[in-house]
C-alpha cells in the first residue's frame, strides 16, 4: 500500500513540472493536465514537439500503469481483509461449536475481564458483547451481538455451556439476559450482575440461580480485611490462589454414590482420602458447617472440603466410586 501511494506521488509530480516547462501552464493546469492523463481521460491540448509527445507517452504508461498497480494493491487489501475476517469467524464458529461445558460471558467490561482472569486456565469461555473494539481484545472464543438476543445466545453455544454470566452494563438488560437464559435452558446455571440493590430479587425472579452486587461484594471484603485481615487473606488464597498447597473445592454426592447413604465415620472419607469436610449442604440449601462423624451422606448433598489438589481429586474419586493407587484405598494422614 505505501509503495503504491509513493509511486503516485511520484507520477503526479513529474507529470505536473513536465507539463509546467513543455506547455508554459500553471501549477494546478499541469497538475490537472497530469490527472487527467493519469486516469485516461484525456489532454486538454494534443501535443506538437517531438518533446513533448515522448513525454507525453512515458507519462501516459507510467500512469496508468501506477494507477492499475495502486487499484490493485487497495482491491487486494479489501478482498483479503474481508476473507481474513470472514474465515476467522467461520474457524471461530466451528470451534464455539465444538465445546461442550464451557462458560459464557455476556459483557466484555471491567467485570467480565475480572471473571475471565479468575477463571482456571481449562475452562473454555465463550465472551459475547456488541462492541467490536472491545471484542478485538478479547483472548477467548467471541461472538458479537446483542446477549438479549437468543440467536445471539444460540451460537455462543447456550444448549453446550455449564453456566451463563450476565454481566452487562444495565440491570435492565441483565434482567432480561437471565430470562432468555432461563427459557433457552431451564436447568442452566445463572449468575446475573446487579448494580443497584432493588434489582437483586427481580434478577433471582428471572431465573438467576445466584445474584452479585460487585459494589456491595467489594465493600464487604474490605470491611473484612478491617475486621479479620488473616482469616480474609487465607480464604482469599485457598479460593484464588495458584501457588498454595491447599485449596477449597465442592463436591456433589450424585445418583449412585457408593458413599450416599453412609455417615461421615462409616465411609472414611477423611481417612481415604485426606481431604477435610467443612461443611454440608443438603439439596434444599441449608448448610452444616463442621458437621459431626454421625452426618448421614445423601444423594444430592454439597460436600464442601478442603485439601491438596491429589486430596481434592481422591474425594472426588471416593464419591464417584472410582478406584485410586491400582484399587487399594487412598490413606492419607491428617494434614
Partial sequence: MGVALVAMVIVLA????GFMVIFS???????YDTASVVTTIGFREQPHSAGAKVF????ILAGVGTVLYAFGVVLEAIIEGQLRDLFGRRRMERRIAGMSGHVIVCGWGRVGRAIAENLPPEQDLVVVDNDPVRLAEVPHPTVLGDATDD??????GIERCRALVAAVSSDADNLYLTLSGRTLRPDLFI???ARVTSSEDKLLRAGANRVVNPQAIGGARMAAFVLQPHVTEFLDVVMHGTDVEYRLEEVELTA?????????????VRDHTGALVLALRPPDGGFTTNPPPETVMEEGHILIAIGTPAQLTALEDLVAGRQSDGGRPRRASAP
Avoid at 501552464?25 to 497538475?31: D, F, H, K, T
Avoid at 507525453?56 to 507519462?59: D, N, V
Fill in 56 to 59: 507525453s507517452i512515458f507519462l
Fill in 151 to 156: 440467536a445471539v445466545l444460540q451460537r455462543a
Fill in 256 to 268: 449412585g454414590s457408593p458413599i450416599a447413604g453412609q455417615t461421615l465415620r462409616n465411609a472414611h
Fill in 14 to 17: 513529474v507529470g505536473t513540472v
Fill in 191 to 193: 449468575v446475573a450482575r
Fill in 25 to 31: 501552464v500553471g501549477v494546478l493546469e499541469a497538475l
